[in-house]
């Protein structure tokens, strides 16, 4: 009995030491992750509860040069309630919940009152996924302001539980007008156009928003601010003058229907600046229409045909083997190099001319037999004088996308024995139009060749962060004497010679047609498979250049192909535009300036925004509108008026005495499509104000 006691008393004492043992191990423990991983602990438990989510900020925007808007960002909004909040009393909840069911349905306009009734309650009782309850998404800008007037969301941010995720949607007011060089930045995809170009200048600085993790996968902010604000984008000035834009835009869609051509460019210059005040690039789609799909006249690169011609002319006389008076057989317009026949356009030819001659008529027989006769012994000097005047100098474009030029050399294993003459011409070379458009900017230009210049300025809120100036890529390209008899030759094209078209009193214009073959089969070209790409390239007025301009039709059809009948019309309707908005090309005129002491017009729109200019600007007898987000202006002899102007959830705003950017900014937040015409402030509208939204809907709205 004694030794039992004793084993059992053993066993006690063994299990209470092991029970001793684990209670030290267990406190141990405890005190390790309290005093040694505590703090690591800590933070491993922050980060699978706690995020931080980026905020994207809003993107600048892109104007004319004239500061119409090409491209904005509009805002709009996902919504989500927290209805569990501590802010929210059942008091406060039950007192609101009528007038806010009522109110949201008819803001958002999708659910009836007794349906959004039930989902408010729903939301209100505690569960998985109501922390950060979806409400509705793509809400705009003033819907999203009415619902913070309603009750309880009223309380304000995050404490009346409503949270509103800002999104940014990419608009082009002026839809295809120079689309392509205004171009996107989307993820995935390359840069294109001045969107892609400028990016960094565009895009801004995200922010920062510290997210906590809720039941239902769902995360909701955790503060009312964030912890890094996000910085917007800076705007971006380009060199665009949008009527002119239009202009060209409109009239290259007209000729190319007209012709049932593929695709076609037009590009104006500034001469001293470089600056590119136009550019259209258009092309056909399978429905007939025309869009810009590609920017043909950056990227696409092509035998010039004729309009290569001036650089043929120039490297002869630059190396002083002829002059504009010397004479040549144009041998009834047929010559054969190696057994390939060269052609004039002229049935019979011209007979006898002199150089001038030879280049108002295009003749190809007289300019090739001129380089043939000096270089055949010596190509490759005619190769590189060429190439001297800086046909293939890389422009450095402030976008991306360029074609690269290219000319045969006789160091190439493709050089032949009938490469120079037909190099003379325009072919076994290519270039993009606005390489083409470069060169013969320098030769109006005294011989400084100038960059293309498509953007001038970076603002950020109005002030300038950086400037674009002209940039010099060439001093001069060739000799006075050189310039001089190239200039009389392009004039003598338009006054005599193949582009008659454009000759008129009023003002003179300079430059040379091209019309070239681009597309042939395997075994020579043929009647039934030639295409056809017409130029007119030039420069006005010809005795004061202020503007270049390139005008390229591809692949014209109905028996019509000739550049003089194709591109020179786009070329006149251009420069006839440009001639008559432009003050300084009509010295006659005397500027006005009886009314320089009176009162500014204001246009109407957002109140805050004319208060600031309005102070800006030094005017101060007017009365500000701080209850009022948009007003209607008004400016009298002494006085301007601000008044309140109403705007209603659902119905069509009222934009007209708008600028385009407020205008646009209201009829998107509205849920409308817009097509914008004309330049200035706005006019009319299509659709009356009042009118109830229908989403999607086209609205067109006049400038003036």
């Known amino acids: 009995m004694g030794e039992t006691k004793k084993d059992i008393l053993v066993r006690v004492y063994i299990l209470y030491g092991f029970m001793c043992i684990f209670g030290a191990a267990i406190i141990f423990k405890i005190w390790f992750i309290q005093n040694v991983r505590g703090e690591q602990l800590i933070a491993l438990a922050d980060s ?14 892109i104007y004319s040069a004239d500061g119409s808007l090409l491209a904005t960002s509009v805002p709009t909004y996902d919504l989500y309630m927290d209805l569990q909040l501590e802010t929210i009393t059942n008091d406060i909840f039950k007192s609101g919940l009528d007038s806010l069911a009522i ?10 009152p007794y349906a959004y009734k039930q989902l408010l309650i729903f939301a209100r009782k505690p569960g998985p996924g109501k922390r950060y309850f979806p409400l509705k998404k793509n809400v705009t800008h003033a819907q999203q302001k009415k619902l913070y007037e309603l009750p309880v969301f009223r309380l304000g941010r995050y404490k009346g ?14 839809t295809i007008l ?125 035998e010039p045909g004729s309009t290569f011609k001036l650089a043929s002319m120039m490297a002869l006389m630059e190396d002083g083997f002829a002059s504009p008076d010397d004479s040549v057989d144009t041998q009834g317009g047929i010559i054969k190099y190696a057994g390939k026949e060269m052609k004039d356009s002229k049935t019979g030819g011209y007979g006898k001319l002199t150089l001038q001659e030879v280049f ?61 003459p037909f190099m003379s011409i325009g072919y076994e070379c290519s270039f993009t139009p606005l390489q083409i458009l470069t060169f013969y900017n320098a030769v109006a230009n005294n011989g400084k060749m100038v960059k293309p210049l498509f953007v ?56 040379k047609t091209g019309t070239a073959v681009i597309a042939a089969q395997s075994n020579g070209y043929n009647k039934d498979n030639k295409k056809y790409q017409a130029t007119f390239v030039g420069y006005f007025p010809a005795d004061k250049p202020r503007y270049s301009c390139i005008v390229v039709v591809y692949a014209p059809s109905n028996n019509v192909y000739y550049a003089a009948q194709v591109a020179a019309p786009i070329f006149k309707e251009i420069s006839d535009k440009v001639y008559a908005t432009s003050v300084e090309m009509h010295p006659n005129l ?88 004309g330049k200035g402030s706005v006019l009319k509208q299509s659709i009356p104000a009042g009118t109830k939204v229908e989403k999607g809907k086209e609205i067109v709205i006049q400038l003036g």
């Open 590 to 677: 005397v500027a006005n300036n009886q009314n320089a002491d009176k009162l500014p017009i204001v246009k109407s729109g957002n109140s805050q925004t004319a208060d600031y200019v309005l102070k800006k600007v030094g005017v101060s007898n007017y009365a500000a509108q701080k209850d009022a987000e948009w007003i209607t202006a008004s400016t009298s002899e002494n006085k301007i008026e601000l008044k309140p102007r109403s705007v209603s959830i659902g119905n069509v705003p009222d934009v007209t005495g708008m600028g385009l950017r407020d205008a646009v900014f209201l009829l998107e937040s509205s849920g409308l499509s817009i097509r914008v015409v």
């Open 178 to 302: 120079a689309d392509r060089t205004i171009g996107y930045k989307l993820d995935g995809v390359g840069a294109v156009g001045i969107e892609g170009a400028f990016d960094q200048y565009l895009k801004g600085n995200t922010g920062v928003r510290l997210m906590q993790k809720m039941s239902g996968n769902v995360w909701k902010p955790l503060n009312d601010e964030n912890e890094i604000e996000p910085l917007d984008g800076n705007d971006v000035i380009t060199t665009i003058d949008l009527n002119l834009q239009d202009v060209a835009e409109s009239e290259l869609e007209r000729q190319l229907a007209g012709h049932k051509a593929e695709k076609g460019c037009a590009i104006l210059m500034e001469v001293q600046t470089g600056a590119i005040m136009a550019i259209a690039n258009l092309e056909r789609g399978s429905d007939g229409n025309y869009r810009e799909t590609y920017n043909f006249g950056v990227g696409q690169s092509t």
């Open 103 to 112: 109110g949201l349905s008819k803001i958002l306009g999708d659910k009836s």
């Open 456 to 511: 001038k300025e970076i603002r950020n809120k109005g002030v300038v962060v950086k400037s674009f100036g002209t940039e010099v890529m060439r001093e001069k390209i060739a000799s006075d004497k050189t310039l001089e008899n190239a200039r009389k030759m392009l004039e003598g094209v338009v006054q005599q010679g193949t582009a008659t078209i454009l000759k008129h009193g009023q003002y003179g214009i300079a430059g």
């Open 48 to 61: 699978l509860t706690t995020k931080t989510a980026i905020i994207e900020p809003a993107r600048g925007n």
């Open 360 to 420: 108002e008529h295009s003749s190809n027989v007289g300019i090739s037999k001129m380089v043939q006769k000096y270089y055949a012994k010596r190509p490759q000097e005619f190769v590189d004088r060429v190439k001297s005047f800086g046909l293939v100098d890389d422009l450095g474009l402030q976008i991306t996308g360029a074609g690269r030029p290219y000319i045969n050399s006789t160091e190439n294993k493709l050089w032949s024995r009938i490469s120079l």
């Open 161 to 174: 539980g409503l949270i509103a995720e800002v999104k940014n949607k990419r608009v082009k007011p002026f």
